[in-house]
């Protein structure tokens, strides 16, 4: 699992900050987008993610800095023949907003545009990983989700598997994949040699919003949490009040809900590269295991063992 | 009169080059936008034109290469107070599409956004300027526009003033802007110390299509045709099916139009760099006043004198 984060501003994007997208590559490659706003097609051609592996997109909210980059990612997979169908996941009246979007322009669909309308607390089951939708705190509709890979199968344990006298070979690779074996007219399932299942890994997206429960619920444990950082403690009660979150709050979010990594991100164009050092410190001083996000900064996430 | 390209890439972009929009700065400030693709906003920050500035948008078509970036830049014009007005100019349906547009969004209105349906061969009389919309040959309905400066006043011809008994100074000015002036009793005219008056400049922007002759007739005399010009010849009949142009046909249509410069816009992605050189040379070979079109290359229009 990795982290590509597209687009790191908020409001309206700077020379060095595109506005709100973070990729998720999964283990089997597909791409999860969390938003998606104007420039975000373009860029991916700046970073290892191509277009066509995305198969899923997350949208917090409709303001302009979250979503308008959708139609022309859109036509570009049109443009370049895309078959498989691509899922987009938002708050109430998404199929409604996204119907009208594609509608101002000439769009010849090649592939199945699947657009999902959420309701806070709703859970949706993927190949391979789960969704979790929470109303996040933003003054508009808007969303917070956690990506919650399956439990993988436990460690295989060799040396028991020997001492049972199975022998090392194809039959190791059986019992990995969960079937049942025959050795010398004895059977052996996968639970004789396998360990328990381990956790998949989690991660939690906030979009905008101001600090609050529904998201500090949904952030527990998990192995990285991308929070909405719009400013500093110099703004933080206007920030609160427009529905977003400093620095300082998010390291607090982050330390409360035990997560493991934060990134900070949706930095507002007022802060240049010199004073957004500050928005780090503040949260690091509360949380050690924090990052500022920068466009195109690409971080691995580690399974908790 | 000096042009900026902002966008110059067609169907979808590549590292190089962003999708479609010119920016023309007037004198006075003023700038027109032709077309808006999705990332203009950003890519203004690289040049030396401000949103703030932009006071008309003259859309080509609906292909989502050509007016993506404008519900963003609407966007931001409003997040910054905007209060001036905004003229949008497209094809008819434009007053729909962009109300659909809009909608899809949470967007809050400073500033009066007014969106203007136009006809084939309509004209629009601005202050300073006059545009001039033609139908273009795209498949869908796509417009190309002249930008035509009002005349300017002729030369002030200052030995006939001192012969005829004006004395050097203010009054000299107030001739210059059209005022009658007295000296000694006896009135002078503007007409009398003034040349004739002399022609603004014709900027024409072609939108995508396939070479036509309402396009020609447009052309006719400008100062610089900024044309479609997808390919190469390579492609040629294949890229008139789409409704585009060949680098080498545009000089053809440079020629017989008698502009002064020519410049090569709506390059494919399919074409590297090193490739785009065979487009210019071909169009050189034809007219060679062209300029292949870069992203963030300026280009001051003369005066025809």
């Given at each position: 699992m990795k982290l590509v984060f597209l687009g790191t501003g908020g409001s309206y994007p700077s020379k060095e900050r595109n506005l709100a997208c973070v990729a998720l590559k999964m283990m089997n490659g597909e791409v999860i987008l969390f938003d998606c706003a104007e420039g975000t097609q373009r860029q991916m051609?700046?970073?290892?993610?191509?277009?066509?592996?995305?198969?899923c997109i997350l949208l917090s909210?409709?303001?302009?800095?979250?979503?308008?980059?959708l139609p022309g990612l859109v036509q570009t997979m049109y443009l370049n023949e895309r078959k498989d169908p691509l899922d987009i996941y938002g708050p109430p009246k998404t199929v409604r907003r996204i119907e009208g979007l594609l509608g101002t322009g000439h769009f010849n669909p090649t592939f199945a545009l699947r657009v999902h309308d959420l309701e806070g607390g709703q859970i949706v089951e993927r190949d391979g990983y789960k969704i979790r939708a929470t109303w996040a705190n933003h003054g508009v509709p808007d969303m917070a989700y956690s990506v919650e890979e399956d439990t993988r199968p436990g460690k295989f344990d060799k040396p028991k598997a020997l001492e049972l006298g199975i022998p090392e070979g194809p039959l190791f690779g059986k019992l990995q994949r969960g079937e049942t074996v025959t050795v010398k007219g004895e059977k052996f399932t996968p639970e004789m040699v396998m360990g328990p299942a381990r956790k998949g890994r989690k991660v939690v997206y906030t979009g905008d919003?101001?600090?609050c429960d529904a998201v500090l619920e949904l952030a527990?444990?998990?192995?990285?949490l991308i929070h909405?950082?719009?400013?500093?403690?110099?703004i933080e009660a206007k920030m609160n009040e427009w529905g977003h979150t400093s620095s300082r709050q998010a390291a607090e979010i982050a330390k409360k809900a035990n997560v493991k990594l934060l990134f900070l991100t949706h930095?507002?164009?007022?802060?240049?590269e010199e004073d957004s050092k500050t928005l780090l410190d503040d949260a690091k001083a509360i949380f050690p295991q924090t990052y500022l996000a920068k466009d195109f900064y690409e971080h691995n996430i580690p399974y908790p063992e």
């Open positions: 051609m700046f970073t290892s993610i191509s277009f066509m592996q995305v198969k909210h409709f303001h302009g800095d979250h979503f308008l980059g919003t101001a600090p527990q444990n998990a192995d990285a909405d950082s719009t400013g500093g403690t110099d930095i507002s164009p007022r802060y240049r």
